[in-house]
DNA sequence: CGGCTGAGTTCAGAAAGCGAACGCAGGATA
DNA sequence: TATCCTGCGTTCGCTTTCTGAACTCAGCCG
């Protein structure tokens, strides 16, 4: 199977991976969220070539991740890349997946840290039951056939 | 830049994304929470390559996500592959991932549901301030340095 | 006009991924 | 003993993707 088949897959955690599962696009969201708008910027701060960068902010523009649109500078008009509210509600994947790295990765401590606007206190990812209310963890929680399962 | 030096980045998203960051690592992770452990019912269910499987699965033992220990079946003495500790505290990142799939790439519905076992709740993903216990946004929160960040 | 800047595109070489074939160990079969 | 089967990879030749550097192009600036 080539790996683009994945997104043809029937399931909501292959689909995501098709788009989102490279080395690079993570950390491109990762500056997004950041702030980093405009095309060199991702560029210079990522370190990554230009065809590629180029090609993946249009992979994500198509997919409706990001939008491109043109904004005023002091001077000049340019095109900056935004995230729209499909984008944006990626914000858990990248808190859960910097929460892990922090746990497991971060030798000298967490670089950055989030912080409650505000408030001040720390966003931190809760898996809860929407019934119970209860944590649940890997091992509490089970598959069931859904309605969009298409059976074979 | 090489995609391999983002593991050398300071940074606990481009940790994760050098290790978990490619087509094939978030499936195969899919396929352990779901029960998989041996390397031939990866290969079948997957489609993926034999050579790459392995590859991917010894990485990910080596991260200390898997572990590889010998068990009995009926009559022979096997290798599994199993989640660590580490690795079922991924569960949220794929959690996190599979919502925002439901949410925006699946057609018919999500193909499958995740239940709480017993209550038979559903589980969801909160990023919630652990100071004030409000719900945080991806515009709600700032990023500030942290104690593990070098100076440049 | 010539030059600068932002945002790409093109291109040759390097790396990663692919399917198929092969290797190998342990147990079953004969 | 020889041979087969199964699980778990490894190797091989080919294709696709990634990389870095150079090039293009459009809009403004002097």
């Not at 991702?42 to 990001?66: D, K, M």
């Not at 206190?121 to 929407?130: A, D, K, N, Q």
């Amino acid at each position: 199977m080539r790996a683009a088949d994945l997104a043809d897959q029937n399931c909501s955690i292959a689909k995501p991976a098709a788009l989102l599962g490279d080395r690079w696009t993570l950390v491109i969201l990762r500056q997004a969220f950041n702030g980093t708008k405009r095309f060199d910027d991702f560029q210079s701060t990522l370190g990554i070539s230009r065809s590629l960068l180029s090609e993946r902010l249009n992979r994500l523009v198509e997919a409706g991740v990001l939008r491109r649109e043109p904004y005023k500078d002091q001077v000049r008009t340019r095109d900056r890349y935004r995230l729209t509210e499909m984008g944006l509600d990626l914000y858990p994947v990248l808190m859960a997946l910097r929460e892990w790295g922090d746990r497991y990765m971060a030798e000298d401590g967490p670089p950055l840290q989030v912080r409650h606007r505000g408030c001040g206190g720390e966003p931190t990812v809760e898996l809860r039951c929407s019934k119970c209310g209860d944590q649940v963890g890997a091992r509490d929680a089970e598959a069931v056939p859904g309605p969009g399962l298409v059976v074979a």
